[in-house]
């Protein structure tokens, strides 16, 4: 699975990422609920690759990746836009996949706690400034919110938060098929609460 980078061919000018050392960070923040430790290491590796990699490698955990960019509620504002940034690049370097990004969204019985509304996900994949990544975000979370018997329905708070900051024609094709996007289906739902 970690071909797609992490095995490249190196270079002087390709930094190798130490697995244990960012492995290690990612169970300190797991183990925290804190994004701080992601943002501190991003602050020591600088190397555009290395940074890739690392995100590579956390969102080859699946739904970890998404709990731990949900957990930006200590972040200073400029610690998430370096957050969102490094993992925009990775994007477009192609460490992280949309399909990795589809699998990072998690369900509250795959690491999401029931009833979480995954704003801070939702912002740092605004914070990224790929609509490709955003775009796929909503969706996910819309497929989710739509599931019988689902634990998941105020997410959509989220998909909107994301759906704002999406190009107006994605917008426009986004809206069309998920009514649930539109001012006014946001204004009906605060009404009912």
Known sequence: MHARMLNSALNSSDPRLDISQARQVLKDALRTSDAREIVRWLEEHTHELARSRFFELM???????GTLLNAVGRLLPSERRLLGDALGRAFALGAVRPEDVRRAVPEHWSGAAPGDEHLGLAEVLVLTGRPAMIRIYVERELEICRKPHGQDRQRVAAA????????????????MRHPE???????ASAEAA
Not at 160 to 175: C, S
Not at 181 to 187: F, M, P, V, Y
């Open 59 to 65: 969102f080859s955990f699946g739904p970890l990746a």
């Open 181 to 187: 996007l539109s001012a006014e289906s946001a204004t």
């Open 160 to 175: 909107r938060m994301a759906f704002i900051a999406l190009p107006a024609d994605v917008q426009a094709e986004l809206q």
